[in-house]
């Protein structure tokens, strides 16, 4: 009697684990949450080298997330990523770079934005004051 309780027990439990998947793959969803701010504020700024800055962001979908392209404002703008998928839970981050050589002082804002297998078009901003 003990072991049919087990077996039942053990199908059902198969059975939860199952239905998990076919809702996932029936309704996947792709998302991502930035840990911190997704503007990020460098202050007052008197050097000649870039401004560097990573954007921390998880995944919260239950399928993965795959950047497909980004786009820049201008070519004072950089960015690095990771081509690789991100699967569900998991974190990664996004290079910018703002050169700051050639740009005019005084308040600059740059807006990255990123382009994935999402509905939404997602986006950060570097922004503050060269000297």
Known sequence: MKRLLIFCQLCCLVLLMSCQRVKALVNPVTSIEFLENNRYDFGEYDGQDSVVHYYRYKNVGNVPFVINQIKTQCGCTR???SKQPLPPGGVDS???ALGTKN???????KRVEIY???DSVYFVDLQGILK
Request: net charge positive; hydrophobic share 45%.
């Open 116 to 118: 994935s297998n999402c």
């Open 103 to 109: 740009l005019i002082r005084g308040f600059v804002i």
């Open 79 to 81: 960015y690095s990523y």
């Open 94 to 96: 996004i290079r910018v």
